[in-house]
């Protein structure tokens, strides 16, 4: 969430950077709104103070001897009753402004870093760095056609059981799932991660902390009986793991990596990647969270991206680094790399992972800060994909492929797969 003080103080810079985001935006009225919340503030505040000050010279007076129930005893006592109700009504004018202003900058996502490319659309990002030597050629399968061909998995039968855009593994399939979530989660916590399996059903308060809401509503799925909706990614409950929190100073940087399974809509998506494991409505992905204090984010940005990178490197997957410009930024980002796997069958760079840096907007609206000695401040969140399960899937299968049908399992990943090829 946005700084109210900033849109109060210093509102260009704020439609400045909403500007670059493509957003064109008019603050007066929330800058407005937000200098009559901090009058009343101090009004109330001075009212507090002026009814604790007629508080402490009633006592003075009944222990200097005046009657509890004497007149001047009462003067003070009806001016004392006089201000509680006057701050009554400040309280009351305050808790509708906040919620005014509330939703108001719920609605704005984060700013994007200085350096940050300016563009309008996914054609402006920039290439940072390439691993690996991607596959290229005429007679490479996409994942979609091996998988069939080996019976990994089946989508007539899963629209039966759900509706298009759901996928059932099987046999093969599901145990390189499996092996891939296992793989990740041990290569992850080998290096400081705290593993968490968090609920997959989350609340409103939780979506609207990690800024999923109410941006991205029509984008989840939600139970109609209950305030709860299926998280669509565990940045999600990982961001409110430890919501309305103060964290000590001492046990930052906090690093957790979590399996959950994910769901979301796909509105607009329709006849993209219809076929196989790209696009779903349910997908597993394994996700890195970082809480770190504001002075060490930059360097800690560095190293959630190398950890997603180090994933793709053991797979010996070719992929991309690209740092996204400000139209292709995602809602709670200041900054982004992504990172993108090549697939040889379908011949292009795949999103496999997004590296983001969300300074203090998460925390914002979370309420998640640290104290070091009297200070209290707002930590730093930041997140990746370590890694999109079925994305690397498909990774595997496409540049695993051999000439006899079968596919090669990465040497990293046999001791979970059990066997160093995938065969009918």
């Known amino acids: 969430m946005l700084n109210p003080r900033e849109i109060r103080e210093n509102s260009s810079f704020i439609e400045e950077g909403l500007n670059r985001r493509g957003l064109k935006v008019n603050l007066d009225l929330l800058k407005a709104h937000s200098k009559k919340l901090k009058e009343l503030e101090q009004q109330r505040s001075n009212l507090q103070a002026e009814g604790n000050a007629v508080g402490k010279e009633v006592g003075k007076q009944i222990k200097a001897g005046k009657q509890p129930n004497g007149d001047e005893v009462a003067l003070l006592r009806n001016k004392g009753n006089s201000i509680k109700t006057k701050v009554s009504l400040i309280e009351e004018e305050e808790k509708t402004l906040k919620k005014l202003i509330k939703e108001q900058i719920l609605h704005y996502p984060n700013l994007p870093s200085s350096d940050c490319p300016d563009g309008k659309n996914e054609k402006d990002n920039i290439q940072i760095r390439t691993w690996g030597k991607p596959l290229v050629g005429e007679d490479f399968k996409e994942h979609w056609q091996i998988a069939e061909e080996l019976g990994l998995l089946d989508t007539e039968r899963s629209v039966r059981i759900a ?35 968090p609920p997959v059903l989350v609340n409103t308060a939780s979506l609207e902390g990690s800024g999923q809401l109410p941006k991205f509503a029509e984008e989840s799925f939600r139970c109609s009986e209950d305030d709860l909706w299926l998280t669509p990614t565990a940045e999600v409950p990982l961001t409110s793991l430890h919501r309305d929190e103060i964290i000590p100073f001492e046990n930052l940087p906090i690093k957790y990596v979590a399996y959950s399974p994910c769901f979301r809509r796909e509105a607009g998506s329709y006849g993209k990647d219809t076929r196989g494991l790209i696009r779903l409505h349910q997908f597993n992905k394994v996700e890195l969270y970082w809480f770190v204090d504001s002075a060490n984010s930059n360097e800690a940005y560095k190293q959630i991206t190398e950890d997603a990178e180090a994933i793709l490197q053991a797979l010996e997957l070719p992929y ?68 999109a399960i079925g994305r690397t899937m498909a990774a595997v299968l496409e540049n695993g492929q051999q000439s006899d049908g079968t596919v090669k399992i990465p040497e990293a990943l046999v001791p979970y797969f059990g066997k160093p090829f995938l065969k009918s």
């Open 320 to 387: 991309r680094v690209m740092k996204l410009c400000t139209g292709d930024l995602g809602f709670s980002a200041s900054s982004t790399h992504d990172l993108e796997v090549w697939l040889p069958g379908a011949n292009s760079y795949r999103e496999i992972s997004s590296c983001s840096l969300c300074d203090d907007f998460q925390a914002r609206r979370s309420s998640i800060r640290t104290k070091k000695g009297k200070q209290t401040h707002l930590v730093h969140t930041l997140n990746a994909s370590g890694l």
């Open 163 to 197: 509706k298009s855009r759901f996928v059932t593994l099987l046999g093969q399939g599901a145990k390189l799932e499996r092996s891939l979530i296992n793989f990740m989660l041990d290569m992850h916590t080998s290096k400081g991660y705290k593993e968490v399996l």
